[in-house]
């Protein structure tokens, strides 16, 4: 085992869901280390995820679209820093890279083509694989530093204008039924459920339950959510927005993507759509990790399975019905409101 340290360094600079799945992580290696300084080095877009986490010291922002001469300043600045240990969860050439530039004297992640000969203590990778969730990955990782039994439990930062916000957009959109969320965007097309299913299932959620409906998300999502009978609030909050506003519905209904994940953080009902199964972006690794989670997947031989490029060579996206997802929501209800 390596010995203890003082200045730890964690890096994940992808998107939402890979975030909310890394915190647990984050808090273990505090928890492991409670002398020690804790930063982390995530991107720009996820910070509302990690502010005012109790057991983080110090946020590092990767803007976006990050040039070299602000990639040589993130250098300069995690050198100054002095880290005694980089975890590094998101495996891309410039992270490694960045990390080995900095002097970080004991560099732990993924042994793979990138860059990982970088690294000082590599592990091998086999997240592609998909036997275990994301969530189990990022943990395992951290037993070369003496981390186990690390505690899994979801956790996201708090921000008190966005919760006071979200009690505002709630109290105006006061009713007597439920209050449901439907997010049908991915960054993917291959994690798209059809629109048109969204919208038969917002309807009859209007219909039936009475429910109040809300289609969530970012920018990219306003053109499927034109075409869903529904609340538009796309492209109108920020991710902090977005975590308290989800907290406060009684269901989110949702394509394989990061908001099923804020669901299962803040303790709400969700239901995820899974088009794909192939290893690596299968189920078994990106599900939601709730008792409230419910999994709706394609049927056997109806999987979408996509080539290298992403490009799909068989399967359906109609594979799941509205049927299926309305009954599955009103179950979810039924013990919910």
């Known amino acids: 085992m390596i010995p203890g340290f003082r200045n730890i360094l964690v890096v994940r ?64 600045r995690l050198r100054r820093s002095r880290f005694d240990l980089a975890v590094i969860f998101h495996t891309k050439q410039k992270t490694n890279l960045a990390c080995f530039l900095a002097g970080v004297p004991v560099r732990l992640g993924y042994l793979n083509s990138k860059c990982g000969f970088f690294l000082t203590h590599p592990v091998k990778d086999e997240r592609h694989f998909g036997i275990k969730h994301e969530l189990d990955y990022c943990l395992d990782l951290l037993k070369m530093v003496g981390v186990e039994n690390a505690d899994p439990r979801l956790e996201l930062g708090f921000n008190q204008a966005a919760d006071k916000w979200a009690d505002r957009i709630v109290r105006e959109l006061a009713g007597l039924g439920p209050l ?8 993917c097309p291959t994690r798209h459920w059809p ?14 339950l009475n429910a109040r409906v809300v289609i969530v998300g970012g920018p990219t999502t306003r053109p499927f959510a034109a075409r869903i009978p529904g609340i538009d609030l796309t492209g109108q909050f920020s991710l902090a927005q977005l975590v308290a506003f989800i907290k406060r519905c009684s269901l989110l209904i949702s394509n394989d993507s990061g908001p099923v994940h804020l669901a299962a953080a803040t303790g709400t009902p969700v239901i995820s ?47 799941i019905t509205p049927d299926e997802v309305f009954d599955a929501a009103a179950r979810l209800l039924a013990n919910k409101f």
């Open 13 to 76: 600079t992808d998107r939402m869901g890979d975030m909310v799945l890394t915190i647990p992580a984050m808090r273990a290696l505090k928890t492991k280390y409670p002398g020690a300084r804790l930063s982390v080095w995530i991107s720009a877009s996820t910070r509302d995820l990690v502010d005012g986490l109790p057991f983080i010291d110090e946020v590092i922002v990767q803007e976006a679209n990050l040039g070299w001469i602000g990639y040589l300043g993130l250098i300069a």
């Open 180 to 187: 449901v969320a439907l997010h049908p965007d991915a960054s």
């Open 273 to 319: 759509l899974f088009l794909r199964k192939q290893p690596g972006i299968n189920p078994e690794r990106w599900k939601p990790l709730s008792a409230n989670a419910v999994l709706l997947l394609n049927k056997p031989g109806e999987e979408i399975v996509v080539g290298p490029d992403n490009h799909v060579l068989s399967g359906r996206y109609d594979s």
């Open 195 to 208: 629109v048109d299913s969204f919208a038969l299932v917002s309807a009859r959620l209007s219909r039936e």
